[in-house]
T-cell receptor, first 110, second 111 residues
Framework: DAGITQSPRHKVTETGTPVTLRCHQTENHRYMYWYRQDPGHGLRLIHY???????DKGEVSDGYSVSRSKTEDFLLTLESATSSQTSVYFC?????????FGPGTRLTVT | QQQVKQSPQSLIVQKGGISIINCAYE??????FPWYQQFPGKGPALLIAIRPDVSEKKEGRFTISFNKSAKQFSLHIMDSQPGDSATYFCAALGGANNLFFGTGTRLTVIP
């Protein structure tokens, strides 16, 4: 599992509420990523980080923000959750070229 | 627009048979092509990967074939087993460390 944990693993929230998902890694990797997985779309990159306080947008960043104040933690925030953000969210780290994924967070927005 | 196109969407193979999944891309800047295996309720796990300067890479029963001129690559699973039943994703690495994924192939291996 490349030392990656995600919390919470499951969450149900209401439309319009803020949500923060946490990714924690234990191996001091510089690069961390947030993806969402939806049927028919595979995995799509939301945001990524290349160091503490260094982040950039991915393919589907609208409606999401991220923060990385420590090497080991990468937070994904939905400021005002919408039903279209119901998805499974995966965090990943990069080791040279390879990316390794965490166990995922299933988020349902009602 | 899907940067990496994957087919088929689903595949059923008899135990002992060969499973073949195909992917195609357009962006010639892609320079690393991994395959991931995902079981239900789990995160994708890196299975095998190839760089474009190599036409084939084999690891155990899993082989990637890469055709740079056609911008296509494929995963072959030899002697397919029921334990191989999973969803497989191809991907391509572009600039800024972005991995672009195919839409996935659900493989079922029948005993």
């Amino acid at each position: 599992d490349a030392g990656i944990t995600q919390s919470p693993r499951h969450k149900v929230t209401e439309t319009g509420t803020p949500v923060t998902l946490r990714c924690h890694q234990t191996e001091n990797h510089r690069y961390m990523y947030w993806y969402r997985q939806d049927p028919g779309h595979g995995l799509r990159l939301i945001h990524y980080s290349y160091g503490v306080k260094d982040t950039d947008k991915g393919e589907v960043s609208d409606g999401y923000s991220v923060s990385r104040s420590k090497t080991e933690d990468f937070l994904l925030t939905l400021e005002s959750a919408t039903s279209s953000q119901t998805s499974v969210y995966f965090c990943a780290i990069r080791d040279v070229y390879e990316q390794y994924f965490g166990p995922g967070t299933r988020l349902t927005v009602t | 627009q899907q940067q990496v196109k994957q087919s088929p969407q689903s595949l059923i193979v008899q135990k002992g048979g060969i499973s073949i999944i195909n992917c195609a891309y357009e962006n010639t800047a892609f320079d690393y092509f991994p395959w991931y295996q995902q079981f239900p309720g789990k995160g994708p796990a890196l299975l095998i990967a190839i760089r474009p300067d190599v036409s084939e890479k084999k690891e155990g029963r899993f082989t990637i074939s890469f055709n740079k001129s056609a911008k296509q690559f494929s995963l072959h699973i030899m002697d397919s087993q029921p334990g191989d039943s999973a969803t497989y994703f191809c991907a391509a690495l572009g600039g800024a460390n972005n991995l672009f994924f195919g839409t996935g192939t659900r493989l079922t291996v029948i005993p």
